[in-house]
T-cell receptor, first 115, second 114 residues
Framework: DVKVTQSSRYLVKRTGEKVFLECVQD?????MFWYRQDPGLGLRLIYF???????EKGDIPEGYSVSREKKERFSLILESASTNQTSMYLC??????????????FGEGSRLTVL | AQTVTQSQPEMSVQEAETVTLSCTYD???????LFWYKQPPSRQMILVIR??????QNATENRFSVNFQKAAKSFSLKISDSQLGDAAMYFC???????????FGTGTRLQVFP
């Protein structure tokens, strides 16, 4: 089974702190994604990576950056956390390449609270 | 830009009964895919069912089936013989033909009563 692991289930940070959310997948997937989930807004794409060191902005990239130095790891970085970034963050991966099934494999989520 | 709309924030169903979750979408593309994902409480989101736009036949997966109306841009999910384990958030999602980037709806929370 594909496993997508997010390093922290729950985090509490203070305004202005730098926050790292880590995600690791074990199926050699090419694509990795960071989504933000908020009640009434569904999931919104923050960033997408289709290869090592390759990234593409999603719909709401402001205030976020990402890093993908190794194929299996995709990190989301909040350079200076703000209260409006309090949310559930979901990491996902997909095989990519010619295998475009549309099936994303999700982690359990990281619930971030910024005080 | 493509959009996905789920107009039912919450639905409920009695165990063993049938429930239908609604989804509409807007696109000018001809090649696309539609999905229903399930997010159980405190658990990972998983794919329930997939529909390719070029296929006229509605997709089915065991107790889950879709009613895909391409002209009306409607994509509803029918859950038959509902079980307590079906209680979850359900998200409708759209994907253009050449990318794995999904656009999600706002979700429908399904409660299942014994």
């Amino acid at each position: 089974d594909v496993k997508v692991t997010q390093s922290s289930r729950y985090l509490v940070k203070r305004t202005g702190e730098k926050v790292f959310l880590e995600c690791v997948q074990d199926m050699d997937h090419e694509n990795m994604f960071w989504y933000r989930q908020d009640p009434g807004l569904g999931l919104r794409l923050i960033y997408f990576s289709y290869d090592v060191k390759m990234k593409e902005k999603g719909d709401i990239p402001e205030g976020y950056s990402v890093s993908r130095e190794k194929k299996e790891r995709f990190s989301l970085i909040l350079e200076s956390a703000s209260t409006n970034q309090t949310s559930m963050y979901l990491c996902a991966s997909s095989p990519g390449g010619i295998t475009l099934t549309g099936e994303l494999f999700f982690g359990e989520g990281s619930r971030l609270t910024v005080l | 830009a493509q959009t996905v709309t789920q107009s039912q924030p919450e639905m409920s169903v009695q165990e063993a009964e049938t429930v239908t979750l609604s989804c509409t979408y807007d696109t000018s593309e001809s090649d696309y895919y539609l999905f229903w994902y399930k997010q159980p409480p405190s658990r990972q989101m998983i794919l329930v069912i997939r529909q390719e736009a070029y296929k006229q036949q509605n997709a089915t997966e065991n107790r889950f089936s879709v009613n895909f109306q391409k002209a009306a841009k409607s994509f509803s999910l029918k859950i038959s013989d509902s079980q307590l384990g079906d209680a979850a958030m359900y998200f409708c999602a759209y994907r253009r033909g050449n990318t794995d980037k999904l656009i999600f709806g706002t979700g429908t929370r399904l409660q299942v009563f014994p």
